[in-house]
């Protein structure tokens, strides 16, 4: 895509979309969020006004970088600090060669990315670890010239060019020459149309558009969702009527579908099906229907045993050229969400990796449903996991909290659907995600088994102490390795054994999760883990420790959980992770009978009016229940 023709070839629903949006957020008080940008309008203007490359020579050259230095906010700054440091000393060291590069860098006889690139040359000359970056060189230009230049920042570009599927050039000069031209694009956009409200839009604002729409959070979030609503709901009607869908593939970029076609040469079965209703396409657009789709289908069909069009309608074939189209820039908004609410839900540990499913998840065959999905870290898939969603379909958004089709428990989804995404923001579902965090934790919350010393040799301590410890006191964590130092130690423990016991203890254990005590065939107390990992570094026995809330302190045997569960604990693991349901559903019912332990354990020595106010908190619990139950 040429820099001259990028509006022309732009993604014009997605450009409509953010253009709107990016007003709105600039000029009305449809967001909770401000648009805080005056600053860079007001420190450029007196740089203009101060600055004057006519008056820079030798001499001064050093202070004309310290006024950048001092103009350059340290909130929202303009450039990293390391970038106009090294230019400090770059220009105290060879102040005549800076001010000859200075003045080269505004001579526009040259191409703009040749000026920078030498610059930079000379820099790495001079200190081959020199920080010149694309940062430095607009806020030098604009400086100096915001009428002809303007500021750039990396991120913000690299997410627009993701938008959009524009293809951002490695080398430094030609990175900056290219957004540049896109941003005179868009000023004179900005202009042609009267989108601001000001009498003349400049490239500041060209730069303030890239930047805004990727780096605050509400108006990125409504760009995308607002998208991909809709994109959604365009999906739901060509599947609906498949011509309409057909008609779409045939007006699309001839260069596209070229490539497509040369993709499936030599193809089989369904792509050989791609392949000549493309060919047939490009030959002679206008003589190409439905019907013809369904008479290459039948025709390549009939050339093998099998039936190929068995799981395949005409939707399905034809998704895979169009959405190519649309793969990269649904992808980057699917993630920008997914990074946005990673960022609003930080008290969460997920998983790490991004679990975005595009309108292609459902093995290439097209879907009308796309979303993503936050689930806890230490979860092997998201299919056993509760799951805070995020998804479109036909038009419509869902949003909050859903169950994996592996998950066993007794409560429910809690979804919240919503037909139109014109008045639905960023805070909607933030506060929808933040109320079923409870039920997200209990779906997800974790059981383990653990043995509070020898012969239960520690349980007094532990249930006195409300924590529960491993021992090793001769390894240091987090200062060292823990498998190191396993072995340097000689503790007669496979190293890996250790390290995985550490692991579980200081990082899969989370605060929620329930721990069962074990000791001598007998369960001596169940608790919640309330507290972080911490070292009581006065001890040398079992000085690592979580705080717990012990729950149920009424010993009982192992086997009372059934037979399976005793030879389940028995094992010799100072730590198990206990994941089988049957016996999570048993410690749960022990842990509710705790419950009201007090009362049926107490009542005997309490008075008439204790006896009296048990036997009434008894019968509101059983009030409560009933209506429940209804």
């Known amino acids: 895509m040429e820099e001259e023709n990028f509006l022309k070839n732009?993604?014009?629903?997605?450009?409509?979309?953010?253009?709107?949006?990016?007003?709105?957020?600039?000029y009305s008080d449809e967001y909770d969020a401000a648009w805080k940008e005056d600053y860079k309008y007001e420190i450029l203007e007196d740089l203009n006004q101060e600055l004057s490359l006519e008056q820079v020579t030798s001499e001064n050259i050093v202070s004309v970088v310290e006024k950048l230095q001092d103009a350059n906010p340290s909130t929202g700054s303009f450039v990293h600090w390391s970038n106009l440091d090294d230019l400090k000393k770059f220009a105290?060291?060879?102040?005549?060669?800076?001010?000859?590069?200075?003045?080269?860098?505004?001579?526009?006889?040259?191409?703009?990315?040749?000026?920078?690139?030498?610059?930079?040359?000379?820099?790495?000359?001079?200190?081959?670890?020199?920080?010149?970056?694309t940062p430095l060189f607009g806020y030098l230009l604009a400086a100096f010239g915001r009428n002809?230049?303007?500021?750039?920042?990396?991120?913000?570009?690299?997410?627009?060019?993701?938008w959009f599927d524009y293809d951002v050039p490695s080398n430094l000069g030609e990175k900056y020459e290219k957004y540049l031209n896109i941003c005179k694009e868009l000023r004179t956009h900005f202009n042609e149309n009267e989108i601001l409200e000001k009498e003349e839009a400049e490239l500041l604002d060209s730069q303030d558009f890239i930047y805004s729409i990727s780096e605050y959070p509400a108006l990125t979030f409504k760009i995308a969702v607002s998208y991909l609503s809709d994109f959604s709901a365009e999906l739901a009607s060509y599947k609906e009527n498949p011509e309409n869908f057909l008609e779409k593939i045939k007006q699309m970029d001839k260069e596209f579908l070229v490539e497509k076609m040369e993709e499936y040469t030599d193809s089989k079965k369904i792509r050989k099906i791609r392949y000549q209703i493309l060919d047939k396409i490009l030959k002679d657009p206008n003589s190409v229907s439905l019907d013809t789709l369904k008479d290459i289908m039948d025709r390549v069909s009939s050339n093998y045993e099998e039936n190929i069009l068995k799981s395949w309608d005409e939707f399905k074939i034809l998704f895979e050229i169009y959405f190519a189209n649309y793969k990269t820039p649904v992808n980057a908004l699917l993630g920008s969400v997914h990074e946005i609410l990673r960022e609003k839900l930080t008290e969460e540990e997920f998983t790490p990796g991004k679990v975005?499913?595009?309108?292609?998840?459902?093995?290439?065959?097209?879907s009308t449903r796309a979303g993503i999905i936050l689930f806890p870290n230490r979860n092997k898939s998201h299919r056993d996991s509760g799951q805070l969603l995020l998804d479109f379909k036909g038009g419509k958004l869902r949003y909050g909290l859903y169950l994996g089709d592996k998950v066993k428990t007794s409560q429910s989804e809690d979804l919240v659907e919503k037909d139109n995404p014109e008045y639905f923001y960023l805070e909607d579902v933030v506060d929808k995600l933040k109320s079923v965090l409870p039920i997200y934790r209990e779906v997800n919350k974790k059981y383990w088994k653990i043995s509070p010393g020898s012969g239960a040799s520690q349980w007094e301590n532990f249930l006195e102490g409300n924590y529960i410890a491993i021992n090793w006191d001769e390894l240091d964590y987090p200062e060292k390795d823990?498998?190191?130092?396993?072995?340097?130690?000689?503790?007669e423990l496979d190293?890996?054994?250790?390290?995985?016991?550490?692991?579980?203890?200081?990082?899969?254990?989370?605060?929620?999760?329930?721990?069962?005590?074990?000791g001598n065939t007998k369960i001596l107390g169940i608790g919640k883990i309330v507290g972080g990992y911490y070292k009581e570094e006065s001890l040398e026995l079992f000085p690592h420790r979580r705080e717990v809330e012990w729950l149920h302190i009424n010993e009982f045997k192992a086997e009372e959980l059934g037979e399976d569960f005793y030879e389940r604990v028995r094992l010799n693991r100072t730590i198990l992770l206990l994941d089988e349901q049957e016996f999570i559903e048993k410690i749960k019912s022990r842990i509710e009978s705790t419950s009201y332990y007090w009362l049926t354990t107490s009542v005997k020595d309490l008075g008439l009016a204790?006896?009296?106010?048990?036997?009434?908190?008894?019968?509101?619990?059983?009030?409560?229940?009933a209506l429940i139950d209804e």
């Open 482 to 491: 823990i498998h190191e130092q396993a072995e340097e130690e000689n503790l």
């Open 10 to 26: 732009v993604n014009q629903d997605l450009f409509s979309i953010a253009v709107d949006e990016y007003t709105k957020y600039r």
């Open 92 to 133: 105290e060291a060879k102040p005549n060669e800076v001010l000859e590069l200075f003045q080269n860098l505004f001579n526009e006889d040259d191409p703009l990315n040749e000026r920078i690139t030498a610059f930079r040359s000379q820099g790495r000359e001079f200190d081959s670890n020199i920080s010149l970056g």
């Open 610 to 625: 204790g006896k009296l106010l048990v036997t009434g908190l008894l019968l509101v619990r059983l009030i409560l229940k």
């Open 148 to 162: 002809k230049y303007t500021l750039f920042k990396g991120d913000p570009f690299r997410n627009f060019a993701e």
């Open 356 to 366: 975005i499913n595009d309108f292609s998840w459902n093995q290439n065959f097209g």
């Open 495 to 518: 190293p890996d054994y250790v390290e995985k016991q550490f692991e579980y203890f200081t990082k899969e254990m989370k605060q929620g999760d329930i721990v069962l005590a074990y």
